[in-house]
């Protein structure tokens, strides 16, 4: 990895500004109902606790969207990181302002503080230069561990980075790791799975993955556009008709490249999305008024043949409507197969990986992204720009 991290700096007795993602699910009376985000940053947390920092949090909850917003308060984030430490958390009211500047000029080594929702600031996501200068002068260097938002310029991400020196945490050293080997030198065979909602959500991903990958295996309502594309019957289920040429497109530069590309040989299929509906198995082709829902039994097996081989695999997207149990089977059956394997796993962010920990599979894979969006950008080939900000190893 070419950018600084959290043990490149020195951080001893210094005031760390570090931006953290405690963007978590709250409860109608603002209880967290999930505090992974929260477990995720303690490595860096503790990191920087054992060398005496004087540690300023700062992260965003929701969308306020520049507006006080007491719902999204950061405060049950400070109770519980609290408790996680065994030490006070001081919540503070705001994230800038005389009454954070008083507080930070009193923090003792060791002491840590969480400021409040940065978007209560509209300046946060404008990444206005002031508020990023007034948030950098709380610290004498800054980390970011929120990998979650490295896909956004914003001031507490990015225009920080111009006022300190600036380095990874942990968190975000881990997923640097895993993406930048899956784009740069992964381990072959590599195969990728994609599915979810939506081809024009994962078109960047195939068009940037599809020289480094063998095999592409697809699931999700994606899978129709594709097999609308190769002429089959799809009865109504989800399609987007104007990217049918685009899978042609697709299936010329797999030829091209020798990517196998892999499509539902048999589908789940139900009248109607609901729990209590009732399903078929059929073949290649639905008939009308049917929708596909979830990868047959017969694909779930031929998928897990051609994973079985794999050095590395990367999945993005649930392989059905894994909300509903009747169209979980696909995504279930293929989690539990690939968490068996010796293959580097590495997981999306978002649905796939909240599938993923629901079945309990999360410590079996090697990698699980905190970020739904900044590791789809991360597959796109772009480069985050919170990641872009940081000081690189040897600057
Ligand atoms: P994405 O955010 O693009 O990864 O899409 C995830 C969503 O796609 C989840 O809500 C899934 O339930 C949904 N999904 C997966 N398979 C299907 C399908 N066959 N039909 C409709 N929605 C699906």
Redesign the pocket.
Known sequence: MHKKSIRDLNIRGKRVLMRVDFNVPLDEKQRITDDTRIKAALPSIKYALKYDAKLILMSHLGRPKGEVKKELSLAPSAVRLSKLLGKEVKMMKDCIGEEVKEAVKGMKDGDVILLENLRFHKEETKNDENFAKELASLGDVFVNDAFGTCHRAHASTVGVTKFLPSACGFLVEKEIDYFDKLIKNPDKPFALIL????VS?KIKVIENMLHKIDFLLIG??MAYTFLKSRMKSIGN??VELDKVGLADDIFKKARENNVSIFLPEDNVIAQEISAKTKVQIVGENIPDGWI??DIGPKTTKKYCSVLKDAKTICWN??V????LKPFRKGTTEIAKFISKLKATTVIGG??TAAAINELGLGKKMSHISTGGGASLEYLEGIELPGIVALNDKWS
């Open positions: 599915g979810g909602a939506k959500d999700g309502a289920s989800k596909g829902l997207g649930p059905g409507y894994f909300e978002g649905d």
